[in-house]
């Protein structure tokens, strides 16, 4: 019988604390403040997605009108050397004339 007691003395000063009704209110409260967080993040989350989803949106806009431009833009210098390359063609064929004109 002593060595039973001592054992369950032993077990008694090994064995975890039941925590106490405050203790475990306490644990609930930050439980519940931890879970108020969570929240708060995953909101801030969930704005700062909706935040990228606009930037990207208004830059592949920015960019397809980019691309028009630069489009546009090489589609007039197109234009242009196919002017410079006529006026060369007809210079070509005037100068030769205006210089027979000029020595003749």
Sequence with gaps: PVAILAQVLCL??????????GEVEGLNVQAEE????????????E???AMKGQLLAQLEEQIREKVTALTELNK???????????????LAMV??????RREG
């Design 12 to 21: 008694a000063m090994v064995a975890p604390k039941l925590p106490t009704e």
């Design 34 to 45: 931890q879970l108020a967080k969570g929240r708060m993040l995953e909101a801030e989350l």
């Design 47 to 49: 704005s700062i997605s």
């Design 76 to 90: 007039y210098m197109e234009e242009q050397r196919a002017i410079l390359r006529q006026q060369d063609e007809l």
């Design 95 to 100: 100068v030769p004339v205006l210089m027979a």
